[in-house]
């Protein structure tokens, strides 16, 4: 089946400045990524999805870049905020339901 | 719209004992998919229902189970509870076709002592 892994695990940031969450994946089949993020004690909420036939997607400070040959894809965001401190999950899905990464704990520093 | 709904939101509950935890999708999502979200392990997947069927499976073990009804609602049982089985679990839902969104209920955290 699939498998995603995510990196870091942990990651600070000053506010302003940009952070980059990275994920791979095993199944080649896989073609749709999202990216969640969940506040402290609330649910998952998607920020922002890519498809296997786009290579980067951007929504305001955040975007999201694809590379099917290396299988991997990466979250970048800009001009951070105090808000975006958060744990963010990637996610991969192909043939099956979404296999999550481990997750990454977002902090960004005032 | 209504959200995805989960009940209960909290449940306490002994070893040894059984739980069912109930999930009501978005109105029109024929897909419901279960969670256990633990600190150490990240969001792992149980199953997937569509249509009342059971379509994809996580591994864990039989004495997780679940079911989907003509309405869409979803259960989710686990007998003969275990400590280790303590956590967030989490349901969501899509419309049920590929590459589709699916959104995510606030979850029931069960603790089990």
């Known amino acids: 089946g699939e498998n995603v892994e995510q990196h870091p695990s942990t990651l600070s940031v000053q506010e302003g400045d940009s952070a980059v969450i990275k994920c791979t994946y095993s199944d080649s089949a896989s073609n749709y990524f999202p990216w969640y993020k969940q506040e402290l004690g609330k649910r998952p909420q998607l920020i922002i999805d890519?498809?296997?036939?786009?290579g980067e997607k951007k929504d305001q400070r955040i975007a999201v870049t694809l590379n099917k040959t290396a299988k991997h894809f990466s979250l970048h965001i800009t001009e951070t905020q105090p808000e975006d401190s958060a744990v963010y999950f990637c996610?991969?899905?192909?043939?099956?339901?979404?296999?999550f990464g481990s997750g990454t704990r977002l902090q960004v520093q005032p | 719209k209504a959200g995805v709904t989960q009940t209960p939101r909290y449940l306490i509950k002994t070893r040894g004992q059984q739980v069912t935890l109930s999930c009501s999708p978005i109105s029109g999502h024929r897909s419901v998919s279960w969670y256990q979200q633990t600190p150490g392990q990240g969001l792992q997947f149980l199953f997937e229902y569509f249509s009342e069927t059971q379509r994809n499976k996580g591994n864990f073990p039989g004495r997780f189970s679940g079911r989907q009804f003509s309405n869409s609602r979803s259960e989710m049982n686990v007998s003969t509870l275990e400590l280790g089985d303590s956590a967030l679990y989490l349901c969501a839902s899509s419309i049920g076709q590929p590459n589709t969104e699916a959104f995510f209920g606030q979850g029931t955290r069960l603790t089990v002592v």
């Open positions: 996610a991969a899905t192909g043939r099956r339901a979404l296999t």
């Open positions: 890519i498809r296997s036939n786009v």
